[in-house]
């Protein structure tokens, strides 16, 4: 199997990085001087055109903090923001590991908005001012002894 530059459409070859173009001029260089010694080529080219026919190309924005980017830099080792974030989403796929999520869930306070019922998540390490995403009404919520965010549903008590 061949390495495959998808974003550039190409198949690395012999040392050199071709694209479908490169290696059809090859093959029918290889013809024009009876070098029929081409199986090697058909073979890159035939899975290059099946890595690209099987991909997908997105299009996204990506904002990330200060630290985020750090981060990621460090982690894809690339000089590229592009290169950068292929190889973060090549190893999380290929990991298979669950992305390190900035927000603390598991140390969460999801509250109801007072006008809509939207769930409004709030970071027990955030203020405790919130404002709902859907309908914009705002509030503050009370903040316990340690600080956290402490909610008391007033139908339960």
Not at 109 to 121: A, G, M, S
Not at 126 to 146: H, I, Q, Y
């Amino acid at each position: 199997m061949s390495k495959i530059n998808l974003q550039d459409a190409k198949v690395e070859f012999e040392g050199e990085w071709l694209s479908t173009e490169n290696i059809t001029e090859k093959i029918n260089e290889k013809i024009q001087t009876n070098d029929l010694k081409f199986a090697s080529l058909a073979a890159a080219l035939e899975e290059l055109k099946k890595a690209l026919e099987d991909s997908k190309e997105i299009e996204i924005k990506i904002v990330l903090s200060s630290e985020e980017y750090v981060k990621l830099k460090k982690l894809a080792n690339e000089e590229d923001d592009q290169d950068c974030v292929n190889k973060a989403i090549a190893a999380y796929i290929q990991g298979g590991s669950e992305p390190e999520q900035n927000f603390e869930a598991q140390n969460a306070t999801v509250v109801k908005c007072p006008r809509c019922n939207e769930p409004i998540e709030i970071a027990d390490n955030e203020s405790s001012n919130f404002e709902c995403p859907k309908c914009g009404t705002s509030g503050r919520l009370k903040l316990d002894e340690s600080g956290k965010v402490h909610h008391t549903d007033h139908f339960l008590g």
